[in-house]
């Protein structure tokens, strides 16, 4: 976490209005390794809306998930550094698309958020409307381009729950303009799939 992000968060903090545990690095935990239940603790604090939909607040939920970057003691656990046991759920199916920053909340998507994804198509009678192609998607992964030509899109990877949503999910990606909405009041840390 850098400096002035850490600054903010301790700001936050010690904030007394609505504290609420979040889970925290109970010690340093390197690149890779796997939580336990003694890797984890919560402390109390309140955060700004946009940095708590991305935290934690059961611990549970988070063992046996993967540290995607060196985590220091103390620190918040947020989706974007790890990888869930559930994010990688059986039986479900992962597939990834690219798709215009416009159409994905500005580009602002993480790894751990659920979304849903409709699909804008156009009848046989020229009328626009709108389906949804996927309820509940889990963001595994999220991938920007390097190409400064191509920074209007990114590519997304998202988890589904079956074969069904899967194929619909790639027609729609295929056929139709693909558009992301988060389900909001929902953080990554509900155990929610």
Known sequence: MCSSAA???????GREDHKTSFVVAAKSIPPGAVLTESSLT??????????ARLAYT?????????????IRRGEL????????????????RELSFSVERSRA??????????????????????????????????????????????????????SVRDDR??????????SGRVRLVRRVGETAGDGQA
């Open 58 to 70: 059961d611990p549970h939920v988070l063992i046996g998930a993967v540290a995607k970057d060196g």
């Open 105 to 158: 909340l500005g580009g602002s998507v993480y790894p751990g958020e659920i979304v849903d994804v409709i699909a804008s198509v156009e009848g046989d009678d020229g009328e626009s409307g709108a389906t949804w192609v996927s309820r509940r998607a889990r963001v595994v992964a999220v991938q920007h381009s390097d190409d400064l030509s191509n920074a209007a899109e990114f590519t997304i990877t998202v």
């Open 77 to 92: 656990l947020q989706a974007p550094h790890l990888v869930r046991p559930a994010d990688r759920r059986s039986g479900g």
């Open 165 to 174: 949503v899967a194929l619909e999910l790639a027609g729609a990606v295929e």
């Open 42 to 51: 919560t402390m109390e604090m309140s955060l700004p809306p946009q940095v």
């Open 7 to 13: 600054a903010t968060l301790w700001a936050w903090s």
